[in-house]
Structures are given as C-alpha cells and as structure tokens.
C-alpha cells in the first residue's frame, strides 16, 4: 500500500512558477514509476508528466504532456520518497487540480487507468 500527498499548489499570475511536491509513504517507493495528472472542471483527468523507476543502470525516464513540454519537470528523490513537479511558464490553461499517482508498474504508462494510487490533489490556478 502506498499513501501519497501532494503539495505547493497555489495561485499564480501567467508566467509565473510552482513546485509540487508529492510526498510517499512505503519502502518500495523506488520501484514504483511515479506519475503527475491533473483534471480542469468540466474535463477529465489527463496526464501531465512520468518519471519511471531508476533501478537500471542508465536512470530513470521521463515523460511529459505535448501542452507540458519544455515548461514543466518532474524529479524523483528516492531517499526522500517524493516526486516534484516544477512547473514554469504557466498559463491560464494549466489551472487544475493536480493529482500525484503511483504505479506499481515500474516503467509506468501514461494513462490514468495504470496508476494504483492516487494523491487528493492540490489545486493550481494561473490567473491571465
């Protein structure tokens, strides 16, 4: 069983930055790949970022949403059991509750539907 619990979200003007944070209860965090979703009012939750496991020798892999790309970046520390989403640039259109996931998959997948665990959320809004 995994607990998550994210943090930082916030109000912020276009342009502006925040960090998120999500916090993981569980000795097998680090093989669990590590997903960050989020979900407007109205429209369903969609994917933002993934990071896999980085048991491997080369590390771990990241993915992102094409609307993310090149503003958004998501980490893993593992001694630490968290995962960050630092997000800059941002625009009216990434306003959002914010969910971190886990999947016990440990390459993990971009759909909602493979992640185990999920966060409560934490809201963004990026006022124009």
């Known amino acids: 069983q995994v607990q998550l619990v994210e943090s930082g979200g916030g109000l912020v003007q276009a342009g502006g930055s925040l960090r998120l944070s999500c916090a993981a209860s569980?000795?097998?965090?680090?093989?669990?790949?590590m997903g960050w979703f989020r979900q407007a009012p109205g429209k369903e939750r969609e994917f933002v970022a993934a990071v896999n496991w980085s048991g491997n020798w080369s590390g771990s892999s990241t993915y992102y949403a094409d609307s993310v790309k090149g503003r958004f970046t998501i980490s893993r520390d593992n001694a630490k059991n968290t995962v960050v989403l630092q997000m800059n640039s941002l625009k009216p259109e990434d306003t959002a509750v914010y969910y971190c996931?886990?999947?016990?998959?440990?390459?993990?997948?971009?759909?909602?539907?493979?992640?185990?665990?999920w966060g409560q959320g934490t809201q963004v809004t990026v006022s124009s």
């Open positions: 569980g000795r097998t965090f680090s093989r669990y790949a």
């Open positions: 996931a886990a999947d016990k998959n440990p390459y993990g997948g971009l759909s909602r539907f493979e992640y185990d665990y």
